[in-house]
């Protein structure tokens, strides 16, 4: 199971980015996905997941309102829109899944990729 996370940046408080998390060798409409975060230091931050069973969709209380996570099965991707970025979202992006059709403790999942990095900086 490989996934990969992308669309990491440098961008100033208040500003938004798009991550986008592919997978190769399976679909990921199949199975609930999520986004932990991690920056220097610090624990592991569950984000956000999106189920597959019902499309039921979860955040932590950090991002709640300014983060959205969604599906493009076209694409077979998992998105996280950020939007309203703080200094304190700086981290480095990892998207997850246990390959169950239900979110599970998101910084725990078993299958996750490299990440990509957001620098929130003016």
């Known amino acids: 199971v490989q996934l990969q996370a992308s669309g990491g940046g440098l961008v100033q408080p208040g500003g938004s980015l798009r991550l986008s998390c592919t997978a190769s060798r399976f679909t990921l409409d199949n199975y609930a996905v999520g986004w932990f975060r991690q920056a220097p230091g610090k624990e592991r931050q569950g984000v956000a997941c999106?189920?597959?069973?019902?499309?039921?969709?979860f955040y932590g209380d950090s991002v709640k309102g300014r983060f959205t996570i969604s599906r493009d099965n076209a694409k077979n991707t998992v998105d996280l829109q950020m939007t309203n970025l703080k200094p304190e979202d700086a981290a480095v992006y990892y998207c997850?899944?246990?390959?169950?059709?239900?979110?599970?403790?998101?910084?725990?999942?078993?299958?996750r990729g490299q990440g990509t990095l957001v620098t929130v900086s003016s």
């Open positions: 997850a899944t246990d390959q169950l059709t239900f979110c599970t403790v998101v910084r725990t999942m078993k299958y």
């Open positions: 999106i189920s597959s069973s019902d499309g039921s969709t």
